[in-house]
Structures are given as C-alpha cells and as structure tokens.
C-alpha cells in the first residue's frame, strides 16, 4: 500500500528536528497512516504534510479521504479497547496519544464525519528541560 501513502516534500530547512524517541515516534506515525490506509477507500491516496507550528513545534498531518469519524466517536477512539474494526484491539490510538504526550506533544483528530479524516500530531522542537538534581 505504500503507493496509496502520498508525502508532500517541502523545503528541509524550513522544519525544524523534533525532540524525541525516533522509534516510539516511529510507532505512532506507522500506525496513523495504516489507520488512513485501511479506512480510505481503493484507489485513494493517503496524505502525509509536515509543517512548522511556530518556532517550537512542528506539526504531522496523516490525511485521508475515506468514512470520516462522527463528531461523538471523536474522543473516544482514544479510550482503550475502543474499535470500530472487526479485528481491532482498540490500543493503537490510545498508545499512539500515550507516546505523543511522554514528549510534550499532542495527538488530535479532525473530521468532517462524514469523508475526510485528518490526525495532527504536534511536537517540540527542544528537549525538555530538567529540574536541577532530576534524573531522566
């Protein structure tokens, strides 16, 4: 499916490096656009941009046109053991948010409910700073 999944390449310079993980990171991104890949329907392409937030974030947009998630199933995709799929466990999302937020990030979605479905994840672009004496 990995032509289904569309990247959209801007300049590198203009995104600053996020502070994190790269493979917890890359967890919550390989589950997003699977998600996207299996809810967009054949033939549809799954969009991946990735923006500056201002000068300390950078924001992930996994973008696909599919089923859309009704404005009440909204949050609750990222309680545990939530799923619409047959054989979902329901703890992708919520691990995926989980993840985001151990750095500093958020994990949203949008969607107009009925076709278009947008996760955005946002993250720092520096590390957190520790308090003096405090251990990672």
Do not use: C, Y
């Amino acid at each position: 499916d990995v032509e289904r999944a569309g990247q959209e390449r801007g300049d590198p310079d203009a995104v600053p490096p996020v502070w994190g993980d790269p493979f917890r990171l890359a967890e919550v991104f390989t589950n997003l656009i699977q998600n996207a890949l299996e809810a967009a329907p054949e033939g549809a392409t799954v969009r991946v941009r990735v923006e500056s937030h201002g000068d300390e974030h950078v924001r992930v947009l996994v973008e696909n046109a599919g089923v859309g998630i009704p404005t009440e199933m909204q949050e609750r995709i990222f309680h545990p053991f939530f799923t619409t799929k047959a054989r979902g466990t329901g703890l992708g999302l919520p691990i995926a948010r989980q993840i985001v937020e151990a750095h500093r990030g958020t994990l949203n979605v949008e969607s107009d409910g009925r076709s278009e479905t947008t996760f955005v994840v946002e993250l720092p672009t520096t590390a957190p700073v520790m308090a003096a004496g405090a251990r990672p």
